[in-house]
């Protein structure tokens, strides 16, 4: 199980993803992780979104969006619309395994702009535009 954060900007329209550069090849996430035992979706959504980003956010900004099911993996998506537009240094054990192979980049991507982009898993771009309305 795991959960992810769809942070979002209204100002700018954009979305808050981690570009990953990983062994040659290039793709975009919804930051997130693992729920650890004992812990619900939002509390692992929350702490996870804190310790990768160091973005703290709430339960009451939290929205439940959608869950996507790929294989034996359930992934719960939520929504927090955030007003900083500032693009927040990757932290934690993200941080520790980057090197020039393995790479996490926080970056705002325009709505507009997620068909252009390798959004995995790839149900979920489908999903976000279909919900923003692209």
């Given at each position: 199980m795991r959960a992810r954060v769809i942070l979002y900007?209204?100002?700018?329209n954009s979305i808050l993803l981690i570009e990953r550069k990983k062994d040659?090849?290039?793709?975009?996430?919804?930051?997130?992780?693992g729920v650890k035992i004992g812990e619900n979706y939002s509390e692992a959504a929350m702490r996870e979104i804190n310790?990768?980003?160091g973005v703290r956010i709430t339960a009451q900004q939290?929205?439940?969006?959608?869950?996507?099911?790929e294989e034996s993996e359930h992934q719960l998506f939520?929504?927090?619309?955030?007003?900083?537009?500032?693009t927040p240094t990757i932290k934690g054990e993200e941080?520790?395994?980057s090197n020039i192979n393995n790479q996490y980049i926080p970056c705002w991507v325009k709505i507009d702009c997620l068909n252009a982009i390798k959004l995995?898993?790839?149900?979920?771009?489908?999903?976000?535009?279909?919900?923003f309305g692209v």
């Open positions: 900007n209204r100002e700018s040659g090849e290039n793709y975009w996430v919804v930051p997130g992780g310790e990768e980003l939290l929205r439940s969006l959608f869950l996507a099911e939520f929504y927090c619309e955030v007003n900083s537009s500032v941080a520790s395994r995995e898993p790839q149900v979920i771009r489908k999903k976000l535009i279909s919900y």
